[in-house]
């Protein structure tokens, strides 16, 4: 799902398909930056599923880079920052449990740090990591190029629906095509679900 979101925000499915059901037909305007085999995609945490991840994008011929708390035995290129990942990286995916030193993780700071390289950024860890109103600012000044979150903060909290930074958030998302946002369906598959309520 990770991947996919990465395909659909760089390769500008939805915006595409919406302009053919409005009866157009042009390529023009929807073209991405470059080809997967030739960008990075850096990974913030090299755990199960970010290893998947890594994984999937090098079969595609991207260059993989990695952050996690401690060096891995691993081919992936080791960043020992945060910042020094971003700032060689096209496409940014975070796959680091929430707890206290990860909570907005991503913040002002950090979009301030490598607005010069303007990378995707991908979520499907938890929203948490993002701090959502400097996101929001990273979208409207172009610190990055386009973001898809899976997750959003707070979103198992009673007022997750009155959420300032939700509300903006999705509004930016029906202006912006480079903004997708969805309702955490990352592992949301039928033959999953069994399994996960079997084992429970």
């Known amino acids: 799902y990770t991947v996919g979101l990465m395909i659909c925000l760089l390769r500008k499915i939805i ?5 053919v059901n409005l009866g157009n037909w042009s390529r023009w305007g929807f073209g991405s ?5 030739r960008m990075t995609i850096g990974i913030i945490g090299l755990g199960r599923i970010g290893k998947k991840v890594a994984n999937i994008c090098n079969a595609f011929g991207m260059k993989v880079v990695y952050y996690d708390i401690e ?3 691993t081919k992936y290129t080791y960043y020992n920052t945060i910042e020094s990942l971003a700032l060689i990286s096209d496409v940014i995916s975070i796959h680091v449990p929430f707890n ?14 490598i607005r010069a390289k303007q990378p995707y950024i991908i979520n499907t860890a ?7 109103k400097s996101l929001l600012i990273a979208l409207k000044k172009g610190f990055i190029s386009g973001a898809a979150l899976d997750v959003l903060s707070s979103e198992f909290s009673e007022n997750f629906k009155n959420s300032k930074e939700r509300k903006e958030l999705i509004k930016l998302s029906k202006k912006q095509s480079n903004l997708i946002i969805t309702p955490h369906i990352a592992g949301s598959t039928k033959d999953a679900w069994h399994l996960t309520q079997e084992r429970v």
């Open 15 to 19: 915006p595409a398909s919406h302009h």
């Open 33 to 37: 930056e470059k080809m997967l085999s």
């Open 100 to 113: 206290k030193e990860t909570m907005n993780m991503l913040n002002d700071s950090f979009f301030q740090s």
């Open 71 to 73: 060096k891995k035995r």
């Open 126 to 132: 938890r929203g948490e990591i993002i701090c959502e």
